[in-house]
């Protein structure tokens, strides 16, 4: 029988440091010496891993981190985690309910990653958004996540007019802790909105969460107002529902 391939062997070694970095990103240095490697070795595996779209560098800094196409071949994964597999009934009747797109989300570094994703009902044009990438803090789905564990380092951009600041963001997770549910307002892309509510395991933890969005006028009584309340509470049923599938109610 033919030996192990040693390309893919470290390839492999640069994908469990990235793993076990967590939010961290790394330089090719860095790599480099966590793994006795020569630069030039690892900066051409991080090139060929780029370009399949299983890691990803930053734009600031040109650190690498974890891509999201390793999402399309973890589905299996997620599955074993429960927590895509138990939510999938569940959104679509969200869907259902609300008439709008629904996601559920997990954090990825800085980022929140959509594992799942339902069109909104009806014949309109819709591009599937699981495997995507959306900012945590400019989201209802990431506020809702960060809002019950730890605050992700780097930057945050503004993306409109509206995009909270570290201060505003601050103030507003403690009214998601409150009240447990999150929303957005012209905070990612001005006209749309969405709200979103954690999800929590048999340990009480939020490990995902899953929210409604779209345009503002469909979702919210005014341009100024958040979602409405009857649209909340559809996903605050849909996140209970998910989290007593997984344990994480008694009721």
Not at 141 to 153: N, R
Not at 209 to 219: F, K, Q
Not at 236 to 243: D, G, M, Q
Request: glycine fraction near 10%; charged fraction near 25%; include cysteine.
């Amino acid at each position: 029988m033919p030996g192990p391939i040693q390309s893919i062997q470290r390839a492999a070694e640069v994908l469990k440091l990235l793993a076990h970095g967590g939010a961290h990103q790394l330089s090719v240095g860095e790599i480099a010496r966590a793994l006795d490697l020569a630069k030039p070795t690892v900066h051409g595996i991080l090139r060929t891993l780029q370009e399949v779209g299983f890691v990803e560098q930053e734009v600031e800094g040109g650190k690498y981190r974890l891509g999201a196409a390793l999402f399309h071949i973890g589905t299996s994964y997620l599955d074993g985690n429960e927590l895509r597999a138990k939510a999938l009934n569940w959104s679509d009747t969200l869907a259902m309910r609300a008439r709008e797109a629904v996601r559920i989300g997990v954090m990825h570094g800085r980022h929140v990653l959509v594992v799942h994703h339902v069109f909104r009902p009806d014949n309109s044009r819709q591009t599937l958004d699981t495997g995507s990438l959306l900012p945590w803090h400019a989201t209802a789905l990431g506020k809702a996540l960060v809002a019950f564990g730890e605050w992700p380092d780097g930057d945050l951009r503004r993306f409109t007019r509206h995009t909270l600041d570290p201060e505003e963001l601050r103030a507003a997770m403690d009214v998601v802790r409150d009240r447990d549910w999150a929303y957005d307002l012209h905070e990612l892309v001005e006209g749309e909105a969405s709200a979103a509510a954690p999800i929590r395991d048999r340990r009480g933890v939020v490990v995902g969460a899953i929210g409604v969005s779209g345009p503002v006028e469909r979702l919210c009584d005014s341009p100024d107002q958040p979602p409405r309340l009857e649209l909340v509470s559809y996903v605050r049923e849909a996140a209970r529902s998910v989290s007593r599938e997984l344990g994480g109610l008694s009721w």
